[in-house]
T-cell receptor
Framework: NAGVTQTPKFQVLKTGQSMTLQCAQD?????MSWYRQDPGMGLRLIHY???????DQGEVPNGYNVSRSTTEDFPLRLLSAAPSQTSVYFC????????????????FGEGSWLTVV | DQQVKQNSPSLSVQEGRISILNCDYT??????FLWYKKYPAEGPTFLIS?????DKNEDGRFTVFLNKSAKHLSLHIVPSQPGDSAVYFC???????????FGGGTRLMVKP
């Protein structure tokens, strides 16, 4: 079972370069999102999507763009990389419907380690 | 301002004993609370959750307790095993949506 797949796993960028982190899920989940993890701060939401063609900003959206042209894919674009964007990025997905007793279980990819020098 | 806080960055326990990981929150609008476990170089994996209308939920060795009046929840692991050594994140969710608000994590080390 592939689940949520992220590529690349590791990337080094120079300041000012642009790149795209890829995310794909094969569980037919309506919801997808991107988080970044920084030391001591847990994971913070960057952007999210509730379905194809619909995206919205999370807690820390500046410097990132997203699009959702298909249910399966949700790429994250860094427009002009900055050292402050050095982080570990996690893509996540979940169903739209959820258990009323346990909430909505969100599934994460294995992460993409990005270093901006 | 952090809406979800895990005040202990690390915890060390002996194998076979109980591990108690704590989490505090400030937003009374949260409907669900989830615990995720994370190993190095891997993504977080779902462990257990609880609805705000309940005060306890258990799944095998894992039990989560919720004290709404104190805005506090805890994860109990009994008995602790060396394979439980990982970082544990507390997260909160509104309306069973797709957004989670995370705490900073607690690194649990279970010594053989």
């Amino acid at each position: 079972n592939a689940g949520v797949t992220q590529t690349p796993k590791f990337q080094v960028l120079k300041t000012g370069q642009s790149m795209t982190l890829q995310c794909a899920q094969d569980m037919n989940h309506e919801y997808m999102s991107w988080y970044r993890q920084d030391p001591g701060m847990g994971l913070r939401l960057i952007h999210y999507s509730v379905g194809a063609g619909i995206t919205d900003q999370g807690e820390v959206p500046n410097g990132y763009n997203v699009s959702r042209s298909t249910t399966e894919d949700f790429p994250l674009r860094l427009l002009s990389a900055a050292p402050s964007q050095t982080s570990v990025y996690f893509c996540a997905s979940s169903l739209r419907t959820a258990s009323p007793l346990s909430g909505n279980t969100i599934y994460f990819g294995e992460g993409s380690w990005l270093t901006v020098v | 301002d952090q809406q979800v806080k895990q005040n202990s960055p690390s915890l060390s326990v002996q194998e076979g004993r109980i591990s108690i990981l704590n989490c505090d929150y400030t937003n009374s609008m949260f409907d669900y609370f989830l615990w995720y476990k994370k190993y190095p170089a891997e993504g977080p994996t779902f462990l257990i959750s609880i609805s705000s209308i309940k005060d306890k939920n258990e799944d095998g060795r894992f039990t989560v307790f919720l004290n709404k009046s104190a805005k506090h929840l805890s994860l109990h692991i009994v008995p602790s095993q060396p394979g439980d050594s990982a970082v544990y994140f507390c997260a909160a969710q509104r309306n069973a949506g797709n957004m989670l608000t995370f705490g900073g994590g607690t690194r649990l080390m279970v010594k053989p």
